[in-house]
């Protein structure tokens, strides 16, 4: 007779039982082979896949180089928030406790706060019609200082503008840090002709979206004049509302500048949590694009989930408060709320969704 195995032994059923029991016996073997299959199962699975990552949407920081990345899910709202203090200095050192964000008038929890120098995104929106001739030199110098100013890993493009749009860059080179490319950027284009502001701000934001970075920023030179835009003031604005750009603008005019229109530089400014500076001369653009620089660079970055419902759709207030202990007053700016983009659900019905 042959011998049994050990795996085997334990499954025998003793031939002397009487029926009742041979069949008792029968069924609890049968489950409990059942039930050891299935255990193995479970340890084999758990064993070879990897270990559930949380779906918290918060930051991590690479510990190989130790650049920064944000890991976020389609209900987070992202905040860039600039601190200043009394004197209008940037002010570091703050914590997450030391701020509170409400949206619609209600305080939310942040789930994510950051105070790091991130690689960026970045555009720069120059006009070149031909109120702009006299002042194209020191516009020029400004864009370079900027670029010597920043991040040495952010990407950054041109946009010029007359009643055309253009990129400055060639159409195989999306972004660059490269400051001999950038200097071909601005020079490519003469200025002459009229303005088409808003059909560069728009196609300027659209570029941004093939960005890596998570911050993303637009530095629009302009008189804030239009006279040759198919989009409209209200089209842009809805636009700059929906994306997470920070735009921070700078005005160039004269008294002959009949063009000019500083309220749509501020405006664009202020519903993304940019600034509108408005030099006395061109020539001190270039001082204004260092600070920009070092504006972006000491941004703090805070992240929470809404507590309202994201189907209620419209435009979201923002309001983000700040104060600690030894400071004294504290300023704070950032983007002054968000508009939901319309989703389709699958009815084929309309809604406000992030």
């Not at 619609?104 to 994510?112: A, D, E, G, T, W």
């Not at 019609?129 to 991040?151: E, Q, T, W, Y």
């Not at 007359?162 to 860059?169: A, D, I, K, R």
């Amino acid at each position: 007779m042959r011998e049994m195995s050990t795996f085997e032994t334990p499954l025998k059923i003793r031939v002397d039982l009487s029926a009742p029991r041979h069949f008792w016996a029968a069924i609890f073997i049968n489950l409990t082979s059942r039930y050891l299959v299935l255990c193995l199962i479970v340890f084999v699975l758990s064993v070879s896949q990897p270990a559930a990552q949380s779906q918290d949407p918060i930051s991590s920081q690479d510990g190989s180089n130790g650049n920064y990345t944000l890991r976020v899910d389609a209900n987070l709202v992202i905040l860039n928030a600039t601190v200043l203090d009394r004197h209008n200095a940037l002010v570091s050192g703050l914590f997450k406790d030391d701020f509170q964000v409400y949206e619609n008038h209600v305080l939310q929890s942040i789930k994510h706060f950051s105070h790091e120098d991130i690689p960026v995104t970045v555009g720069l929106v120059i006009d070149n019609s031909g109120s702009m001739g006299p002042k194209r030199a020191d516009v020029i110098a400004a864009g370079l200082s900027f670029a010597h100013s920043s991040n040495p890993e952010d990407q950054m493009f041109v946009v010029n503008f007359n009643e055309h749009v253009s990129f400055g860059l060639p159409v195989d080179i999306p972004f660059t840090g490269q400051q001999d490319q950038l200097q071909l950027a601005f020079a490519s284009i003469r200025t002459i002709g009229e303005t088409a502001l808003y059909d560069a701000i728009a196609t300027a934001l659209n570029h941004l979206k093939q960005g890596k970075c998570d911050k993303k920023v637009l530095i629009v030179i302009s008189d804030g004049g239009d006279n040759a835009s198919k989009h409209s003031l209200n089209q842009v604005i809805e636009m700059a509302k929906k994306s997470d750009a920070i735009i921070y603008t700078i005005g160039i005019f004269d008294g002959q500048d009949d063009d000019r229109n500083p309220g749509v530089l501020r405006r664009f400014a202020k519903e993304t949590g940019g600034e509108a500076f408005f030099p006395q001369s061109s020539k001190e653009i270039p001082l204004i694009c260092e600070g920009i620089a070092r504006d972006i660079r000491n941004q703090y970055t805070l992240a929470y989930v809404p507590t309202i419902p994201k189907l209620d759709g419209g435009y979201r207030i923002v309001e983000v408060k700040v104060s600690s202990p030894g400071y004294g007053r504290l300023s704070i700016r950032t983007r002054a709320g968000y508009s939901l983009p319309l989703a389709t659900l699958a009815n084929g019905s309309r809604v406000d969704q992030p």
